[in-house]
């Protein structure tokens, strides 16, 4: 190859009347005066790519880059004129490269202009981060991403609203679907009483034994929160002072919102007062989709960007999985809810509470402590002093009640009984060894 390279520049230096090979570059010029030469036969020629003349050290690579940063190129003209650059010479290749190169940033700061002008955010993904974080994956960097946007991290969860949950489980679909409608069935008309709970023995005046106890206490905590105003807010203390205790069925759940401070400490102790034991704590996941931003008002003491509340449920009596599964049915649903966070100005809790109620424990007796108009629902006795009317009557109430031993209870079908996770047996049990393995095998071929 050199041999032929060195006969060839001969030839050349003989046919240009040169003696010496070495003196052709007086005649053809250095690469750098070609590649001016190159670009002024361009620019001569009014090419749509090059406008002026390139550097005289950087060559036409200069040009171009400033012309694409004053954004003086259309990137659909761009686009057109790559093909017609010829890929022979080692200039145009190295253009053609640069072009492509140019044309692509051109495109991705444009589309990035376009999601920034977007007002609506839809939540796909984590591909709309912001680049740029500190994060060494800032795609994944959800809190970055909160401290960036004020869009909290659970805004990206998918598949957690009631329709879509189930989607994937057929069976537990179908236990949920037949489970509401059995309650639907057996759920009694609506029942609300206006009272001022303050007053000592108002509970007692219902007359009644409840399965079910919701309290949704309007705590001095969503004041400083969420900024709720014209409410009588209650202390812990003042809480404490209610009869639970004197309405609670034998065996009996209640379920009390104690908010995300000093809540989950004082909570527990009401329900040692009531006489209840805490064996569940359910967390409510609140989503910000519909007003992105950080909170407004944070508690004093408070470490971190509180974004959930709690919901502490106690049991009174005794109640076992795997032998009462007349009265409560377990692993039903989970002790996680998301859901929006109520408007600025409200404490309203997610509907889903009622649901989880529902499914669980099979009694028909459901007060709700604490209540409004809009939580007055089929099957539960409503009862506060925000409701603005009154329908309770206790023997009519009573009476939903009374005329069979299992009345207060919903009932169970044998699809549901069959769909539903169940509990191994307690241990010694005679049917272990032969019922274990196929509850085992079933639960796991449901979940």
């Not at 052709?24 to 090059?50: A, K, W």
Request: net charge neutral; hydrophobic share 30%; proline share 5%.
């Amino acid at each position: 190859m050199k041999d032929q390279s060195k006969r060839r520049r001969l030839l050349l230096s003989e046919h240009l009347g040169v003696q010496e090979s070495d003196q052709l570059c007086r005649i053809l010029g250095t690469e750098d005066e070609r590649n001016q030469v190159y670009f002024d036969r361009m620019s001569s020629t009014n090419h749509p790519i090059v406008t002026s003349s390139p550097h005289s050290d950087l060559g036409g690579s200069y040009s171009l880059s400033h012309s694409l940063a004053q954004n003086r190129l259309d990137p659909q003209l761009l686009e057109e004129c790559i093909p017609s650059i010829k890929p022979s010479m080692t200039i145009n290749r190295l253009l053609r490269k640069k072009l492509k190169r140019s044309l692509s940033d051109i495109k991705l700061t444009a589309k990035r202009q376009d999601e920034d002008d977007d007002s609506e955010y839809e939540y796909k993904g984590s591909s709309t981060f912001l680049k740029g974080t500190q994060s060494a994956n800032p795609h994944n960097d959800y809190c970055q991403h909160y401290v960036d946007t004020g869009q909290r991290p659970q805004n990206f969860i998918r598949d957690f609203e009631l329709h879509d949950r189930f989607e994937e489980y057929p069976k537990l679909k179908e236990l949920i679907r037949l489970k509401d409608e059995l309650i639907a069935q057996t759920a009694t008309p609506p029942m609300y009483l206006k009272c001022d709970l303050h007053q000592s023995g108002q509970l007692r005046r219902l007359d009644c034994k409840f399965d079910v106890i919701l309290i949704d206490p309007p705590l001095e905590e969503y004041q400083r929160t969420q900024g709720v105003t014209k409410t009588k807010f209650w202390s812990w203390d003042s809480l404490m002072q209610l009869d639970i205790e004197e309405i609670a069925a034998p065996r009996s759940f209640v379920f009390l919102w104690c908010g995300s401070s000093d809540g989950l400490d004082l909570g527990r102790q009401c329900l040692r007062k009531w006489g209840f034991r805490r064996c569940e704590d359910i967390c409510w996941i609140k989503t910000n989709k519909k007003n992105i931003g950080h909170n407004k008002n944070l508690e004093p003491k408070a470490i971190f960007q509180r974004t959930k509340e709690h919901c502490l449920m106690g049991i009174k009596g005794t109640v076992r999985r795997s032998t009462d599964g007349d009265f409560i049915h377990s692993n039903v649903d989970i002790d996680l809810i998301i859901s929006e966070e109520p408007p600025y100005g409200t404490y309203d809790k997610p509907e889903e509470i009622f649901h989880i109620i529902e499914h669980f424990c099979l009694g028909k007796r459901r007060l709700h402590l604490f209540g409004r108009d809009s939580t007055i629902r089929p099957g539960w006795l409503t009862v506060g002093p925000e409701l603005t009317n009154s329908n309770f009557n206790t023997e009519i109430y009573k009476d939903y009640f009374s005329r069979s031993s299992t009345d207060y209870l919903t009932g169970c079908t044998d699809r549901i009984e069959a769909l539903r996770p169940k509990s191994p047996p307690p241990k010694g049990s005679q049917t272990q060894v032969s019922v274990l393995p196929n509850v085992v095998h079933a639960y796991r071929k449901r979940f």
